[in-house]
């Protein structure tokens, strides 16, 4: 199993561009989620998806938007990126049954805006 | 409003000595607790867990303690090892709430 797996690792936009981040996992997880982390700051959700076909935003959602394809598959899209979403990109899953409490994270995304 | 902190930025700790780490909540409705470890150009990976009914949880070296009443938790490590140097993070719940973390630099 590859767990929760992240395309591309490293990007470099300029300020007005688009772009898709892509995530997927094979552990039949029913929750997917993306963070970013920037420093002093720790992570903070930007959207997550409970179910396949359901999404809702976490505490910093502006300026992403995002599409849960199937149960396997969670992408993130920056449709005009700003020098303030640089940043790391971590998308995570987790099962959602009771008790299930830990989430289980991808290797990241390193974007920088320009 | 930080509902999850972690106020050291940083901790250098002796090898072979106990590290702990410190973590502050302010919602008392989080329920479960988990702490996270992260190396560089990794993604942070499940480290030990407690839930809010328990006020502690051991799991070889790593020991989590809950002080519900000050809103307080901790995370032991004895003895500690070179490879436990790493950002720890605390985070709350089932929608992870996450603190800021504390890099642990552990010295040969």
């Known amino acids: 199993n590859a767990g929760v797996t992240q395309t591309p690792k490293f990007q470099v936009l300029k300020t007005g561009q688009s772009m898709t981040l892509q995530c997927a996992q094979d552990?039949?997880?029913?929750?997917m989620y993306w963070y970013r982390q920037d420093p002093g700051m720790g992570l903070r959700l930007i959207y997550y998806?409970?179910?396949?076909?359901?999404?809702d935003k976490g505490e910093v959602p502006n300026g992403y938007n995002v599409s849960r394809l199937n149960k396997r598959e969670f992408s993130l899209r920056l449709e005009s990126a700003a020098p303030s979403q640089t940043s790391v990109y971590f998308c995570?899953?987790?099962?959602?049954?009771?008790?299930?409490?830990?989430?289980?994270f991808g290797p990241g995304t390193r974007l920088t805006v320009l | 409003d930080q509902q999850v902190k972690q106020n050291s930025p940083s901790l250098s700790v002796q090898e072979g000595r106990i590290s702990i780490l410190n973590c502050d909540y302010t919602?008392?409705?989080?329920?479960?607790f988990l702490w996270y470890k992260k190396y560089p150009a990794e993604g942070p990976t499940f480290l030990i867990s407690?839930?809010?009914?328990?006020d502690k949880n051991e799991d070889g070296r790593f020991t989590v303690f809950l002080n519900k009443s000050a809103k307080h938790l901790s995370l032991h490590i004895v003895p500690s090892q070179p490879g436990d140097s790493a950002v720890y993070f605390c985070?709350?719940?089932?929608?992870?709430?996450f603190g800021q973390g504390t890099r642990l630099t552990i010295n040969p």
């Open positions: 998806s409970a179910s396949e076909g359901t999404t």
């Open positions: 407690i839930s809010s009914i328990k």
């Open positions: 985070a709350a719940s089932g929608r992870l709430v």
């Open positions: 552990m039949n997880h029913n929750s």
């Open positions: 995570a899953s987790r099962p959602s049954g009771l008790g299930d409490n830990e989430q289980f």
């Open positions: 919602n008392s409705m989080f329920d479960y």
